[in-house]
């Protein structure tokens, strides 16, 4: 079991910065799939990113060189560092780990005014 808590979002303009934080329960070291979903009003929940134990990371095409996944082992945290944010990244943002168990964070909201 692991429990994930996000922290960090908040309201931000257009072409602001926003990292996020996602706090484990226990340590991460082992699990194979850290990562970023989101859920806009009225859409499916998709993936933003994703960071695997030994660091290789992949992103959506929708984020690709503006946001940073990352993870700190010895501080059981994945980040997402989220730059040149647009309005279309507003959503709530889940923190998810994949052992191959399937564990989801309550979520933060993130809101990008234009």
């Known amino acids: 079991q692991v429990q994930l808590v996000e922290s960090g979002g908040g309201l931000v303009q257009a072409g602001g910065s926003l990292r996020l934080s996602c706090a484990a329960s226990?340590?991460?070291?082992?699990?194979?799939?850290m990562g970023w979903y989101r859920q806009a009003p009225g859409k499916q929940r998709e993936l933003v990113a994703r960071?695997?134990?030994?660091?290789?990371?992949n992103y959506a095409d929708s984020v690709k060189g503006r946001f940073t996944i990352s993870r700190d082992n010895a501080k059981n945290t994945v980040y997402l560092q989220m730059n040149s944010v647009k309005p279309e990244d507003t959503a709530v943002y889940y923190c998810?780990?994949?052992?191959?168990?399937?564990?989801w964070g309550q979520g933060t909201q993130v809101t990008v005014s234009s």
């Open positions: 998810n780990a994949r052992n191959p168990q399937v564990y």
């Open positions: 226990r340590s991460i070291f082992s699990i194979n799939v």
């Open positions: 960071i695997s134990s030994g660091g290789f990371t």
